[in-house]
């Protein structure tokens, strides 16, 4: 068990996304994004997404992450306590180095969306050799 | 470690004039949060991981988000009426050479206790973690469980 002690923080919610048409809140997943020589890392707190509900959109510099959690309860329940509601996670980044669009991977384990960017090889120098007249 | 008792004011179904007063108090009370803050979510408790309680006529649901947590890393333990969630969620390290650009996900050790409104029989509590999605359910005590009884005719 580590020292720390994990401290509740409410979802934060996004503002405005431009109009969804299904209704319902919509989150900023908690991220962590580093980047190594070869690729950039990004990591997103996604609880309740299955992989097959996560869309990510690469479009010219910007990247876009989503995920639509399905709904949880069934008719029958009834809340007795609600601390957390649920909906979409959405966000967006722009990044600054070009990606190599093809080999780009993304998997999800246990609500967590690991997305592998990486870096498009740069486009090698060119010598311009200047002729004498 | 701050521990919450979660007591849910339900009284059955006569009309009992203390408990519309609480109704209506709490009423007041929800109004009230959700002109200050825009979340639904009512009497937060504070403590990781946020819960979410439901029943149906069998059993009780509990609900909490753990993204990035091992379901071996969450031990579940029930205690009469109270349930304890504790755990760990770890994040792993991610090699020498990066840089970090954001880093807003957090790790450490969590534990949550909560009663439920009546007896469960924890012979045949089960959970599920699914996509970071823990879901625990909580069958009612025989006792507790709503009857119908059958009237024959003479």
Known sequence: MSDKELQVRDKRELESAGERTKPGPVFIPAVDIFESEAEITLLADMPGVASENVSIDLHEN????????????????????????????????????????????????????????????????????VKAG | MTIIKWRPGRSGYRFDPFSEMQRLQREMHRIYNTLTDTREASRPAGVYPHLNITEDEDNYYVRAELPGVDPEDIEITTQGNDLIINGERKIPLEGENVSYHRREREAGSFKRITSLPTHID?????????????????????????????????
């Not at chain 1, 991977?105 to 592998?116: E, Y």
Request: hydrophobic share 40%.
């Open chain 2, 122 to 154: 924890s012979s045949k509590v089960a959970a599920v973690c699914k996509n970071g999605l823990l879901i625990i359910t909580l069958p009612k005590a025989p006792e507790v469980k709503a009857r119908q009884i059958e009237v024959k005719p003479a």
């Open chain 1, 62 to 129: 910007q990247l876009t992450v989503s995920g639509e959690v399905e709904q949880l309860t069934s008719e029958k329940e009834e809340y007795l306590l609600q601390e957390f509601e649920t909906g979409i996670f959405h966000r967006q980044f722009t990044l600054s180095d070009r990606i190599d669009q093809s080999s780009i991977t993304a998997t999800v384990k246990d609500g967590v969306l690991r997305l592998v960017l990486p870096k498009a090889e740069k486009v090698k120098p060119r010598k311009i050799e």
